[in-house]
């Protein structure tokens, strides 16, 4: 998660891309000021230190310690913030002779904080103290950015994001870059920053105080964060089916059987709603203008109502046909009335009017 590496005998690079914290651990992710400054010290005499950033901070007074070392070191520092400076970690940022971010890149101040347990003057004196180590933070962001203390403790009041072009315009780096591929993956309890250089946890919380514009999304063959505007938003480039399944193979996979498995269901349906009558219109359903059993409903109702007025139709001319006297001999009006009278009768008898 972090290294300390001598890239010739006068250059070196540090990777700062884990929790700040009061020990170390390698397999926690997390470092120490004490560790930090032996790394540093076994390089050397170098002159130019890069150090790369992608950390949410962690212990203030290990950060104060980390950036009282680097400020007197006598290396000319670069600092980059290769995907996040949050908390404590932008503090050991401020630390850099010259801080470049790329425009995808984010930094965060905020207060310190911290918990006691005792009575009420034990918990006057803490926060007397937060007060002291918050004003000593922001002595080193004023130092940096030559804003007003007011400005300062405001911005920290409020827990202040701020994409690369705001912390230019604030002055909180010196630079601003082209964007570097990196991508983010919302996980259980949090979020992780990547980029080429490693990983950076956030937790449930920081991650619900993200800026709005930010996107998450998950790790992709193709992911980038590009810039638009004052808006910074990751993407994952998918430009066709390929692209998609090159990038999430297991849900085109799923998706491909679940499309499968409901047309096999929906033919099943139209076929058990199939009868005399309605060949073509399940027929169509199924192949030249594909529906459901829900979206022809109508169609098959009016079929079935034609068919139905069809059968009653010939069973009246049935009963008609049964009715009729033999042929009556030509221009007797009274047997025509009565012919009519005995059709009308046999039909009314049929349909049930008396």
Not at 71 to 78: F, K
Not at 283 to 298: F, T
Request: with cysteine.
């Amino acid at each position: 998660m972090w290294k300390v590496t001598a890239q010739s005998e006068t250059d070196a690079e540090i990777l700062l891309y884990d929790i700040i914290s009061d020990f170390e651990s390698e397999d926690w992710g997390v470092v120490n000021a004490k560790g930090f400054i032996n790394r540093i010290k076994a390089l050397g005499n170098v002159q130019n230190i890069t150090l790369r950033i992608n950390s949410i901070g962690g212990d203030v007074l290990e950060a104060q310690a980390i950036y009282s070392y680097l400020r007197s070191h006598p290396a000319n520092i670069t600092v980059r913030v290769d995907g996040l400076a949050a908390s404590a970690a932008s503090l050991v940022a401020m630390a850099g002779d010259k801080v470049i971010m790329p425009t995808n890149a984010l930094m965060m101040i905020h207060n310190p904080s911290g918990g006691v347990w005792g009575e009420a003057e034990d918990m006057r004196d803490t926060a007397e103290i937060l007060d002291k180590i918050r004003d000593a933070i922001a002595n080193v962001y004023i130092a940096r950015t030559g804003l007003d203390r007011e400005k300062v403790v405001s911005m920290m009041d409020s827990e202040t994001w701020m994409t690369a072009t705001e912390a230019h315009e604030l002055k909180f780096c010196d630079e601003v870059e082209e964007s570097v591929t990196v991508t983010a993956m919302a996980v259980k309890g949090g979020t992780i920053f990547s980029s080429g250089f490693g990983f950076a946890r956030i937790d449930e919380n920081l991650s619900a105080k993200l800026p709005t514009n930010t996107v998450m999304i998950r790790p992709a063959n193709k992911a980038t964060k590009q810039p638009e505007g004052d808006k910074t938003e990751m993407v994952t480039e998918i430009k066709n089916a390929a692209d998609l399944e090159s990038a999430y193979p297991e849900i085109v996979g799923e998706i491909r059987a679940s499309a499968v498995n409901a047309e096999r269901e929906r033919l099943k349906t139209l076929d058990s709603l199939n009868a005399p009558g309605r060949e073509a219109i399940i027929a169509r359903a199924k192949y030249d203008d594909p529906k459901d059993a829900r979206d022809i409903a109508i169609d098959i109702l009016r079929s079935d109502t034609a068919q139905a007025q069809l059968g009653a139709l010939h069973q009246d001319a049935q009963a008609v046909n049964g009715a009729l006297p033999p042929q009556k001999s030509p221009g007797n009006d009274d047997e025509d009335t009565r012919i009519i009278a005995m059709i009308a009768q046999n039909v009314n008898s049929i349909r049930g009017v008396k």
